[in-house]
């Protein structure tokens, strides 16, 4: 194993997939887990390289089945853990995503989107997967998924993603697509020092006293890890606080499962980022994310110069949904335009929020996302 290498600080120019793996270093991951898959296969290159640098684990497994069974493992022992995939490796995924979920595991996933379904278009965008993402694994569950638009972002996202899945022990998705992983763009990556870096919350009790699954205020059991000295069991099944299978319980389940939902509910106003441009007075609001927002906005802006009212709505968090921004944003314009790069999903959760203010949707497959001018005329129709 080589000596450990400092951070990559400083500007840079490099492409999503490689900026992702950058940020994963730099937010302290040092077990990845994985198996080639176009459009995320760099991610999985790159760490290969970099991570025995830092003293970290690269693993190539036989498929993502195993690759996700081996981040959670990895994160139980104490290493904050990554898996890269796309979709079809996402599929394979889910069970071990509400694993996760159940044993409360830190983690990330990140999932570069690419057209679908099956194969598929393997080198070509997409946002096929945004479903998926919050109702891929069975049962009642929240996830966090953010949906970085720019490879400063795939940094700084990722960074992201790890500070929410410490914080919350959920697993956090990141939800790039083809275009944003392969591009080429100047990234900043600051010193250890300017970065926020949060880890997991330890116990504070004698082990003897530690239930491993017993909440505190924000719902969030602290941690501990295996060969701390603390015992515990972790299950899918339904469980006690202590960790053991109550499975005819209705009132360990409720208990439970509400628990699950409400760490993530009743903290969403932390967990929701969005970026809001020229809304305050907009009588069309485009509500975009990842690659086509680039296209949304500059489209907005183009509005803008031409007289019309249009406004820019960005969820950086597509999971939990902002649903209060949209239906504050909604509540004073006449229309809002949706456009994505599947053939309606998010624009689901949009016509909710919006409630009686009529929503456009924009639906685009295939290898092309949206041009400005395409959304320009949407907006123009809106109003």
């Not at 995924?93 to 679908?116: K, Y």
């Not at 998926?132 to 720019?150: M, N």
């Not at 998705?173 to 300017?194: F, N, Q, R, S, T």
């Not at 249009?310 to 597509?318: D, E, K, V």
């Amino acid at each position: 194993m080589s000596a450990k290498r400092s951070l990559l600080t400083g500007a840079h120019f490099l492409n999503g997939d490689f900026a992702c793996a950058e940020g994963a270093i730099a937010a302290g991951c040092r077990f990845f887990a994985g198996y080639p898959i176009t459009p995320a296969t760099e991610i999985a290159e790159h760490l290969s390289e970099r991570m025995p640098e830092f003293g970290g684990i690269y693993i190539q497994m036989e498929d993502e089945i195993a690759s996700m069974a081996a981040i959670i493992g990895a994160s139980y022992a104490g290493l904050k853990s990554m898996t890269a995939t796309s979709g079809p490796g996402f599929s394979l995924m889910q069970e071990n995503i509400g694993l996760a979920v159940m044993t409360e595991t830190p983690c990330v996933v990140v999932d570069i989107m690419r057209g679908g379904p099956s194969t598929g278009q393997p080198t070509l965008p997409g946002q096929q997967d945004v479903m998926q993402a919050k109702w891929g694994s069975h049962g009642d569950y929240e996830i966090i998924a953010l949906a970085p638009c720019s490879v400063q972002e795939m940094f700084s996202l990722t960074v992201e993603a790890f500070n929410l899945s410490e914080i919350y022990r959920v697993p956090v998705l990141l939800l790039g697509d083809e275009i944003v992983a392969h591009m080429y763009e100047k990234v900043v990556i600051p010193p250890p020092d300017k970065l926020r870096i949060v880890n997991r919350k330890k116990p504070h009790v004698p082990s003897k006293d530690y239930q491993p699954f017993m909440p505190e205020e924000d719902f969030v059991p602290p941690m501990a890890t295996f060969g701390e000295g603390y015992r515990f069991h972790a299950t899918g099944l339904t469980h006690d606080e202590h960790g053991y299978p109550k499975t005819q319980s209705s009132e360990v389940q409720t208990r439970l499962v509400r628990r699950l939902c409400d760490k993530i509910r009743k903290n969403v106003d932390k967990i929701v980022k969005v970026e809001e441009i020229l809304t305050e007075d907009a009588d069309v609001i485009v509500v975009s994310y990842g690659i086509v927002a680039r296209s949304a906005l500059s489209a907005v802006r183009k509005a803008r110069a031409v007289g019309i009212k249009a406004g820019f709505l960005r969820p950086i968090t597509l999971w939990p949904f902002p649903e209060k921004h949209v239906a504050k944003a909604a509540a004073q314009a006449k229309a809002i335009v949706v456009p994505e790069m599947n053939c309606g999903q998010l624009v689901r959760e949009v016509e909710r929020a919006a409630k009686n203010t009529p929503v456009a949707f924009l639906s685009k497959l295939g290898e092309d996302p949206h041009t400005p001018a395409e959304i320009f005329e949407a907006i123009r129709r809106g109003i």
